[in-house]
């Protein structure tokens, strides 16, 4: 029998390489659905005219365009792809497909640092950054950092302390925050904000911020990237990974850090939005099998569609007035993600 | 001719516990070692020493010659592999991308697979004849089916020394034949073997050397007549020793299994 001629390309990276190219059409769809929809219509045909031709559009278009509507789905993709890349690395990381982006206490730090700067600072902005997307960056950043160090005990961090650590420290931050709560003198104005951002939803940021963001987020997606075939061989285990000649402790280091810049980039341009870090990893893993150096490019690009398209829906729903995208991503996510624990029960065993 | 490994008085605490007294006792190249000794004696301590998972005490373990402690991680991995009693993996991870796992030492943190990884990674299917569950989720395995990948994973290192701890453990009579059936073509391919075993009638005929490690019994390594004899085991297992001519040998239990 003669022998079939070897391919150079494996066949699973040519249908890697299929998906990821849909994704990425994906993308550009919802990002186009994003921007068409608003309680204000600027139609399609006149954005495309103004592309092609460029033929002006009125002032007024303009502005709810480049200033309102392209920043806010652009940071809707940012915060869907870091959530969701986030949520990937903690699941990797700790062998657990419950694992989120805040597993290890970014948002405690992060609602401190919130509450801080939306009572006591409102008027505070720097570099086009408000007040509370620094501090809420700031905050989680701060926490990892001290969580790290409480559950590092002789040059080694024990997995299940670095949890049980993040639990205690992020509740006691995020409780905190009460007592500055006590001090709001805004009749409450800053609080309705506040719950608003608890919610999780959105804001309008200013270009630089975005901008900063950007840099940020692809600077900790390339770490991911080269992290991706480290979680695969952590997946046998830390002993196991130790014995292939793999330096654990510098990989667990590598991913605390990418996952918690991740999970800070995501806190100051969208607050707490639960569940998309916890369910769009498995979605690709539905997709593409449990290979992280697969499930990156996936996971990323599928978060940054759904996310955009949840805030658009955030956004029309009740038109004028909006609902914080973290409930709805309650409501879309919750089902889904039962749905797929009873579907992928197997999976997950031992 | 320079010892495969070697240890030089090696003594292991766990905090103030000693697992391990003064460990003395080297293994040639071409040996197939059974290691055996009651439980909790520091079976599996060793072979963790052995693999460098663990810093001796005391003492200096040497492999061909040179100490473990001064290899880097990634040359200790490709030159020898530990493969443990459990492996608990989480998602849905199939056969062939857990034994593809076995050639980390030799990837750097980019670049995929090269040809020669790639036929290393066939021969490990090959000699485990594990080819037929290369697509199965590992999870979905049965406790022989998942030691057979578990050799593999070891075998894909293509590491000059593999250790086994306890490979027989949890398998049935049949799969437990399959696997010394195993362990003797493995050995007949030139692969190194030190492996903790329970059975003590799995050893002669299989293995050409026993090392025995009891907490009751100085550190004995020789030929397995000389090692199973009654008055040794009594002492080192506390016990009425078994009289192992009486239990049928591993190839009177095969024609017995056919």
Known sequence: MAEKPRLDVHPTSVRTGAVVAALVLALVCTIVVGITCGAVHVSLHSMILALLHSRALSPDDRVILMEIRLPRVLAAAMVGAALSAAGLLFQGLFRNPLADPYVIGSSGGAVLGATIAMVLLPQLSWLGFSAVALLAFAGSVATIAVVYSLARVGGTTQVVTLLLAGFAVSTMLSYSSYFVEVLDRDYGLGLRVLASWL????????????????????????????????????????????????HVERVRIGIILTGSLLAAVAVSLGGLIGFVGLIVPHLARLIAGPDHVRLLPITVLTGASFLVLTDTLARTLMAPAEVPVGILMAFIGGPFFLYLLRRTKRGYTA | MRPLLSFERVSFYYGHRQVIAGAEFSIDAGACTALIGPNGGGKTTLLRLAAGLLQPSTGQILFEGVELLAR?????????????????????????????????????????????????????????????????????????????????????????????????????????????????????????????????????????????????????????EYILQPVILERAFQCPAPNLNSLPSFDRRREFAR
């Not at chain 1, 939803?201 to 840099?215: D, Y």
């Not at chain 2, 796992?101 to 030799?106: F, I, L, N, S, V």
């Not at chain 2, 190194?192 to 003590?200: C, G, R, T, Y």
């Open chain 1, 199 to 246: 919610h999780g939803s959105v804001g309008v940021p200013q270009w630089t911020q975005l901008g900063v963001m950007g840099l940020l987020l692809s600077g900790s997606l390339s770490g991911a990237a080269i992290l991706s075939r480290r979680l695969n061989t952590l997946a046998l285990g830390d002993e196991y990974a130790q014995q292939l000649g793999v």
């Open chain 2, 72 to 224: 880097s991680r990634r040359d200790v991995a490709q030159q020898i592999a530990l493969v443990p009693q459990d492996l608990q993996i989480p998602f849905s991870f199939t056969v062939q991308q857990i034994v593809e796992q076995g050639r980390t030492p030799y990837l750097g943190l980019f670049g995929g697979l090269g040809a020669s990884d790639r036929s290393a990674i066939e021969r490990a299917i090959e000699l485990t004849g594990i080819g037929p569950l290369r697509h199965r989720i590992f999870n979905e395995l049965s406790g022989g089916e998942r030691q057979r990948v578990k050799i593999a994973l070891g075998l894909a290192q293509e590491p000059k020394l593999l250790l086994l701890d306890e490979p027989t453990q949890n398998l049935d009579f049949g799969r437990q034949m399959e696997l010394i059936a195993l362990i003797r073509q493995l050995r007949a391919e030139g692969v190194n073997i030190l492996a903790a075993v329970h059975d003590l009638a799995l050893i002669s005929g299989t293995f050409s050397t026993v090392l025995l490690i009891s907490p009751y019994e100085r550190f004995r390594i020789g030929p397995p």
